[in-house]
């Protein structure tokens, strides 16, 4: 029963490499010592993964659909007032507490952490660079909360406080989510002395 379960979830030639052993030791020998098949046979955690991509074909592919514009629907994660966002193009999204800009203003968010599409995705550390990826949002309304109810209790001393509190809200629309310029390697970045953000 567990060998059936392990053999589902492991790849077929992991499983090869496992069983090999098995067919040269009889059964009805005894396991009392480690047989002269399992000496020389050593489990390897990089066997049973994949092998990562070459980085300067991975920048290509991904240089090749942002020119052709094939790199469909793309998201980012923001920072925004103290808390994180993952947004794409079209979402509303509400910001609580006080915050400056008026109805109808047009924002650029410029601290982005993340930004990707189905086949990639580009991460900062902590920051993407400055003017990579172009977010473009209109505050739409800003309203109050609903009502809340902060109730404070001590049983036995007569102490009962009730206050309702509502809190300033902002809404934001994300109008588009662009990556403006190609992606080059680190090393080249590094050689053309471009400022980058850890």
């Not at 030791?25 to 098949?37: D, F, Q």
């Not at 309203?143 to 809404?171: A, E, G, V």
Request: with cysteine; aromatic share 8%; net charge positive.
């Amino acid at each position: 029963m567990f060998l059936r379960q392990l053999a589902g979830l492991l790849k077929p030639s992991t499983l090869n490499t496992l069983i090999e052993p098995l067919k040269i030791v009889p059964l009805t020998s005894r396991w009392s010592a480690p047989s002269a098949a399992f000496a020389n046979q050593r489990w390897s955690s990089s066997s049973a993964v994949a092998p990562l991509a070459d980085t300067k074909s991975t920048l290509e592919t991904v240089n090749k659909q942002l020119e052709t514009g094939s790199e469909g629907r793309l998201f980012a994660v923001v920072q925004l007032c103290g808390k994180q966002f993952k947004i794409t193009s079209g979402d509303i999204i509400v910001v609580e507490g006080y915050w400056p800009p008026e109805g109808g203003d047009r924002l650029r968010l410029d601290k982005v952490l993340l930004a990707g599409s189905k086949d990639f995705s580009l991460i900062g550390r902590p920051l993407l660079t400055p003017g990579l990826v172009d977010v473009q949002a209109t505050i739409i309304e800003k309203t109050l909360s609903h009502t809340r109810t902060h109730f404070r209790k001590k049983r036995r001393k007569q102490y009962t406080r009730i206050n309702f509190y509502r809190t300033p809200q902002t809404m934001i629309r994300i109008n588009s989510i662009d990556i403006k310029r190609k992606l080059s390697d680190s090393a080249s970045a590094e050689a053309a002395g471009e400022e980058r953000f850890f």
